[in-house]
């Protein structure tokens, strides 16, 4: 049994998503997706029309918006002014816009002190949380109990984020989705607010050449080992 945060970050297209749910299943503890988050408040920005290159105006719809993330890892649930966008959010427009929004300071700040509350709330709940995204170790929970960067080659990357689009029946192709797991994550990595790095307690994990078990039984021995 899990007691506290362990902390999951990386570049898309990991694995990470995966494991973290399979992670927090096993150890009984709760799941928060956080990507989920700067991608539902990403689709209220594309709703609302706004221009995605004034902070001022992503900012305002961010505060208008009322979103729910669920913890259960068996069903990661996300709502958005009250109706599940569990779907839209993985579609291709937000995935192109989530990078600039996610860039804004405001809408980092709303965001991460709404997964302080959310943890907390876990934590008295469940005793234990694993948090996946960008910044948890670094800026979210810095005293998580463990932080783990996941990372793998792009060309892995990019392969396993085509199976998942074939998987759910969206249509990609490997070169397109490279592409956009490097824009991404450069995106992601030179932005000025809250980049994406390994903070400096991290273990560092490489998947490239794990599968899904591999990763869990690796995250499962450094639970072990630091949780
Ligand atoms: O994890 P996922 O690919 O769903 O995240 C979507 C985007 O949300 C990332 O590319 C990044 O721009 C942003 N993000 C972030 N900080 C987090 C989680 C996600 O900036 N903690």
Known sequence: ELRGVVALDGPSGTGKSSVARRLASTLGARYLDTGAMYRAI?????RAGVDLADPAEVTRVARAATLVQGTDPERSTTHLDGADVGVEIRGPEV???????SA?????????AEQRRVIATALDDAGGIVVEGRDIGTVVAPDAALKVYVTADAEARAARRAKQDAASGRASTLDATLADVQRRDAYD???AVSPLRAADDAVVLDTTSLDLAGVLAALLALVDEHG
């Open 42 to 46: 990403t689709l209220a920005v594309l």
């Open 95 to 101: 995935t192109l816009a989530v990078s600039p929004v």
């Open 104 to 112: 804004v300071a405001e809408v980092r700040a709303l965001l991460v």
């Open 189 to 191: 990595s030179t932005r």
